[in-house]
């Protein structure tokens, strides 16, 4: 089945508690993405990768990172999470890059600083 | 710039009625995708449609159907005989050829009442 996973699900944690949100996807796409999601705001994008090792700034990228070592993980870093951090976060991926036609989101994390 | 808005909040129906989400969209491409999501209280966003830019056809699937007109950058979305199962979050989303993510309005909250 087709998908992308997340994990972990739901977390809570600390201020300045380094964490690691992973990304995995079945699908041998090219492009990822990660997005916060925010009352009233929508989904924004945070960091997106259209292949292994490139990685690039979207709208929302300070406090992040993030990287691209196999095609199929896209894992989201906070180096040190403040409770602007608090947030509903999503997982995408698609092929091919360049066009999002078809954009497979993953369930969800929803994460919860202190 | 890209942008889309939903100015309808949230919305709350009772059981039968029909209801439209309205979605207005920013663009200077000539070449882009618009999308529909819905995110039931589980979070997750399920994918409704996909419109390009150069099908303005109309699109009826079961209950709901999607008004896309160029003219006025709207890609409406219509609920016929709402259903209790239909109260989720809606977001509208948009796709520019080329750009490396996809911009979402803010969402509405649709609540339908038995």
């Known amino acids: 089945e087709a998908q992308v996973t997340q994990n972990p699900r739901y977390l809570i944690t600390v201020t300045g508690k380094k964490l690691t949100v992973t990304c995995s996807q079945n699908m041998n796409h090219e492009y990822m993405s990660w997005y916060r999601q925010d009352p009233g705001l929508g989904l924004r994008q945070i960091y997106y990768s259209m292949n292994v090792e490139v990685t690039d700034k979207g709208d929302v990228p300070e406090g992040y990172k993030v990287s691209r070592k196999e095609k199929r993980n896209f894992p989201l870093i906070l180096e040190s999470p403040s409770p602007n951090q608090t947030s509903l976060y999503f997982c995408?991926?698609?092929?091919?890059?360049?066009?999002?036609?078809?954009?497979?989101f993953g369930p969800g994390t929803r994460l919860l600083v202190l | 710039a890209q942008k889309v808005t939903q100015a309808q909040t949230e919305i709350s129906v009772v059981e039968k009625e029909d209801v439209t989400l309205d979605c207005v969209y920013e663009t200077r491409d000539t070449t882009y995708y618009l999308f529909w999501y819905k995110q039931p209280p589980s979070g997750e966003l399920v994918f409704l449609i996909r419109?390009?830019?150069?099908?303005?056809q109309n699109e009826i699937s079961g209950r709901y159907s999607w008004n896309f007109q160029k003219s006025t950058s709207s890609f409406n979305f219509t609920i016929t005989a709402s259903q209790v199962v239909d109260s989720a979050v809606y977001f509208c989303?948009?796709?520019?050829?080329?750009?490396?993510?996809?911009?979402f309005g803010q969402g509405t909250r649709l609540t339908i009442n038995p």
């Open positions: 989303a948009l796709n520019s050829w080329g750009a490396q993510k996809l911009v």
């Open positions: 419109r390009n830019s150069f099908d303005e």
């Open positions: 995408a991926s698609s092929s091919p890059a360049g066009g999002l036609e078809t954009q497979y």
